[in-house]
């Protein structure tokens, strides 16, 4: 893959597809989806999920990603809910999650306002990476 496509949607036709989880249910379990993910080594993981801007996670959903990022104990996990704001048409290319603005984070067992009003999902995550040693000249490119 072309590093200029890393990213990027390769898919779109697919991208739109509704997704029944209907018959996947055990009681009042059944499955989430995780907007994206982002690993580091194997000792970095960060999650992220986009909420329409004011709308909170469901209480089924908090709690999966709760216990998700509550029992990765070899590396460091945060967890981002990103705000995005409710559009009648979405984007062309999509909806871009690195200037989606943090609302709150997760890291070990406890939630977070972010460090800065405002920061966006890339300066987050470009923020944490420092604080683990993982700088980069991507990094600088914001």
């Known amino acids: 893959m072309r590093d200029e496509d890393r990213g990027k949607i390769r898919n779109k036709k697919y991208i739109s597809r509704l997704r029944d989880f209907s018959g996947l249910k055990w009681d009042k379990i059944t499955p989430t989806d995780i907007d994206a993910f982002v690993e580091f080594s194997g000792r970095l993981f960060i999650f992220i999920e986009a909420k329409i801007k004011g709308t909170e996670l469901e209480r089924g959903q908090k709690l999966a990603f709760e216990r998700l990022g509550d029992a990765i104990t070899k590396g460091e996990s945060y967890f981002i809910i990103a705000d995005q704001e409710k559009t009648e048409k979405e984007p062309e290319d999509g909806i871009d999650y690195s200037i989606l603005?943090?609302?709150?984070?997760?890291?070990?067992s406890k939630w977070y306002d972010p460090p800065q009003h405002g920061i966006t999902v890339k300066e987050f995550i470009i923020t944490v990476r420092k604080k683990y040693g993982f700088h980069s000249i991507y990094d600088d490119i914001v």
Not at 101 to 108: D, E
């Open 101 to 108: 603005p943090v609302r709150k984070y997760r890291y070990k």
